[in-house]
Nanobody
Framework: VQLQASGGGFVQAGGSLRLSCRAS????????MGWFRQAPGKEREFVAA????????YYADSVKGRFTISRDNAKTTVNLQMNNLKPEDTAVYYC?????????????????WGQGTLVTVSS
């Protein structure tokens, strides 16, 4: 499975951005996609995930109520709508994928990665 991320950019605090990640290759119903982020000097951390079949979603506590992950089955694309952005959301965001209806929360255990896209939130 190949993952291609897009979106990101620069925004002021309180603003919104949308990230997208398109998956290509063989996508099983048990597949799960999501996002991690890595701020300078910090470890890569889980942000959100969505199970391809059924659409169950999961969020890090730090983004609940502000970020929304969704999927477009026809386009095999997952979107991350980020609202009310804060300076602490500044990071490189990575699209991630896994099987068995579970996206590991430890980045070292994630089998599929897309390239990173930078999100910068100014105060």
């Amino acid at each position: 499975v190949q993952l291609q991320a897009s979106g990101g950019g620069f925004v002021q605090a309180g603003g919104s951005l949308r990230l997208s990640c398109r998956a290509s290759g063989r996508i099983f119903s048990s597949y799960v996609m999501g996002w991690f982020r890595q701020a300078p000097g910090k470890e890569r951390e889980f942000v959100a995930a969505i199970i391809w079949s059924g659409g169950s979603t999961y969020y890090a506590d730090s983004v609940k109520g502000r970020f929304t992950i969704s999927r477009d089955n026809a386009k095999t694309t997952v979107n991350l709508q980020m609202n009310n952005l804060k300076p602490e959301d500044t990071a490189v965001y990575y699209c991630a994928g896994a099987g068995n209806r579970f996206l590991p929360r430890n980045a070292d255990d994630v089998p599929y990665w897309g390239q990173g896209t930078l999100v910068t939130v100014s105060s």
